[in-house]
């Protein structure tokens, strides 16, 4: 597995985790839900969710 590969996987694992174990702050999702815009179509993990994910894990 090339490094590019294995950031890619590094990457989708935080946001899985941020997704997991943090409410978005940005776009109100509960944990376990998906990020999504204020029309509701799907959208990237929010900054602000890896932060309260990683205030979580502190
Ligand atoms: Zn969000």
């Known amino acids: 597995m090339s490094f ?3 950031r890619a996987e590094q990457l ?3 946001a899985d ?3 997991a ?3 978005c ?3 109100q ?3 376990g839900y998906d990020c999504h815009h ?7 993990v929010h900054d602000s969710r890896y932060t ?5 894990a502190a």
């Open 4 to 6: 590019t590969d294995r």
């Open 12 to 14: 989708r694992a935080e």
């Open 17 to 19: 985790h941020a997704t």
């Open 21 to 23: 174990v943090a409410c």
């Open 25 to 27: 702050t940005t776009c």
């Open 29 to 31: 999702s509960a944990p």
């Open 38 to 44: 204020p029309d509701g179509t799907p959208a990237p």
């Open 52 to 56: 309260e994910a990683e205030g979580n």
